[in-house]
């Protein structure tokens, strides 16, 4: 039950920026900060600890501006805990994995916290009032709603008339360890930090779409990242990015004939490349086991927030537990 004078605090713990938002009980952002993720390195403990102490300062901060309101905590983590325990796990920022994220966080800042994958709060965000806010409201036969993040990873959150589903496995929703379907034209054989090879994460990312490119560029040409890449207008960009959304085109099409979404929402920096739904929509069709195809597609509504904003919303969100 949301606690009108409360204020929320959200906390998006991601690759490579650690966001703050201090929330009302309308959603209206009080005070937004944003500050770098520790780089990982070999000592994976001070990494650890530093994670810890740029959440604590953030906290502080918060604070501060609630100007002693009661505040509480959500943290969208980049991974998940195994289930009956606080043991972090699937961690693309690795030095987080077997670690005790939410215990150790609740000691230093000595409140409780609230803690979900960052998909998963994500999408929280988008079914509270975001771009699939709409879905619950509709007389349809499917009110679930798909999460998609496409960014420095890829993952994936699934939500029925806006309360997020879990399994016994902590993995709800990871479509982007699954392995991707082979395809013509596409380099296969890449490692993933999971341990498996060629998952989705490793293709579809916008580290995957850059391997995609250096892969197939000539010896000696210049490297370029994702967003080069989608606004280039080489033959060798057309061509890669062809594959790209080729190949998210049959991947989220197994999600579609397996959960049958009304909407799925897309957020992470590669989802906003140019032309990523319109490709998407006119590629899918042939891989969804359906005459006609209703799902919709959108970008999400508050972008790059909406890691934090439904963060802060896991104390209105009524399947979770402290």
Known sequence: ??????????????????????????????????????????????????????????????????????????????????????????????????????????????????????????????????????????KATSTAVFGVILGTGVGGAIAVDRRLLSGPNGIMGEWGHNRVPTLAGHNMGRDCYCGGTDCIETHLSGVGLATTYRLQAPKGEALLDARAIASGDSA???????????????????????????????????SRLPNLVTELEQRIGRYVFSRQLRTGFVLSQHGDASGARGAAWLWRDRSHKT
């Open 1 to 138: 039950m949301i606690n009108t004078a409360a204020l929320y605090l959200g906390i998006d713990l991601g690759g490579t920026k650690i966001e703050a938002q201090l929330l009302d009980k309308t959603g209206d952002c009080i005070w937004r900060h944003r500050i770098a993720t520790p780089v990982l390195t070999d000592d994976r403990d001070q990494c650890y600890q530093e994670v810890l102490q740029r959440i604590n300062t953030l906290v502080s901060e918060g604070r501060d501006i609630a100007a002693g309101r009661v505040m509480c905590i959500g943290l969208a983590a980049p991974g998940s805990q195994v289930p009956g325990s606080d043991i972090m796990q699937n961690c693309n920022s690795t030095c987080l994995n077997g670690r005790r994220l939410q215990h150790d966080l609740q000691q230093l800042v000595g409140a409780p916290i609230r803690l979900a994958n960052d998909a998963d709060c994500m999408l929280l965000s988008e079914v509270f009032d975001g771009a699939a806010a709409d879905v619950c409201h509709q």
């Open 236 to 270: 060798l960009c057309l061509q890669v990015m062809d594959q790209y959304y080729e190949m998210l085109a049959a991947c989220l099409a197994g999600v579609i004939n397996i959960i049958d979404p009304a909407k799925i929402v897309f957020a992470g920096g590669t």
